[in-house]
């Protein structure tokens, strides 16, 4: 979809620009340095009328690796049935190695998700023909050991040129699919989907996050986010 294609490649621009300090030590971009596989996603399954599930930003072994958000490398490949080349960021963490799709580590809430898309729907193109996913921040965030920090934990100060960076390419994201609902994956995602639609007629909602961080999403994510996009009337 060549309106999402053009979205990504403004916003990957934009990020570029910002700079970060402590307790940031490391930033990975993988709208650059996996831009392959994100465009192959991009091409094959934005549809026009999707419900847009927005999660919060890449995990190390998830998109960090993939390019895909929720990108477990498995689920990828199989599931999606995407590949592609990845590069390497600028800077690299020796505890966060970028080894895309040779990478082992699982991605445990894309596990969860793509595995519950898999048995809800069968196939890929039949959950995208009502669902599309995206990520609200496209970057990832270490500190000097490696441990990973969540876009809600920068200083305010930090966060303030990031969220609107952020906010505008969701919104033009959610315009270009005429989305008929925008669904945040836990609640930092909630709330940035609600202040970035503001003034649109675009209805929000939410659903647990797959984190195994969450312990409520240890008790059996997939039941009960299905539960919610039911409720919501989604499903």
């Known amino acids: 979809m060549k309106e999402l294609i053009a979205i990504s490649r403004r916003l990957c621009a934009a990020v570029q620009t910002l700079t970060f300090s402590a307790p940031v030590a490391v930033v990975y971009n993988p709208l650059d340095y996996a831009r392959e596989p994100h465009e192959t996603w991009l091409r094959r399954y934005a549809k026009k009328g999707a419900v847009l599930l927005v999660g919060m930003n890449p995990g190390p072994f998830g998109?960090?690796?993939?390019?895909?958000?929720?990108?477990?490398?498995?689920?990828?490949?199989?599931?999606?049935?995407?590949?592609?080349?990845?590069?390497?960021?600028?800077?690299?963490?020796?505890?966060?190695?970028?080894?895309?799709?040779?990478?082992?580590?699982?991605?445990?809430?894309?596990?969860?998700?793509?595995?519950?898309?898999?048995?809800?729907?069968?196939?890929a193109d039949t959950f995208f023909s009502t669902f599309f996913v995206a990520n609200y921040c496209p970057l990832v965030f270490m500190g000097d050991t490696g441990a990973n920090i969540t876009p809600d934990k920068l200083p305010a100060g930090q966060q303030a040129a990031l969220f609107d960076i952020c906010d505008r390419a969701l919104r033009d994201t959610a315009v270009?699919?005429?989305?008929?609902?925008?669904?945040?994956?836990?609640?930092?995602?909630?709330?940035?989907?609600?202040?970035?639609?503001?003034?649109?007629?675009?209805?929000?909602?939410?659903?647990?996050?797959?984190?195994?961080?969450?312990?409520?999403?240890?008790?059996?994510?997939?039941?009960?986010?299905?539960?919610?996009?039911?409720?919501?009337?989604?499903?």
């Open 63 to 123: 998109m960090a690796q993939t390019g895909v958000p929720f990108g477990d490398v498995t689920a990828v490949r199989e599931f999606l049935s995407i590949e592609g080349r990845v590069g390497r960021p600028d800077r690299e963490h020796s505890k966060r190695p970028v080894d895309g799709f040779a990478c082992r580590r699982r991605e445990v809430s894309g596990t969860r998700l793509w595995g519950w898309a898999k048995e809800r729907f069968g196939d």
């Open 176 to 235: 270009a699919l005429a989305s008929p609902m925008v669904v945040g994956v836990g609640g930092f995602a909630t709330r940035a989907c609600e202040r970035a639609l503001a003034g649109l007629p675009v209805p929000t909602g939410t659903v647990l996050h797959p984190s195994p961080a969450s312990p409520a999403a240890n008790r059996g994510w997939a039941h009960q986010a299905e539960a919610q996009l039911k409720k919501m009337g989604v499903l």
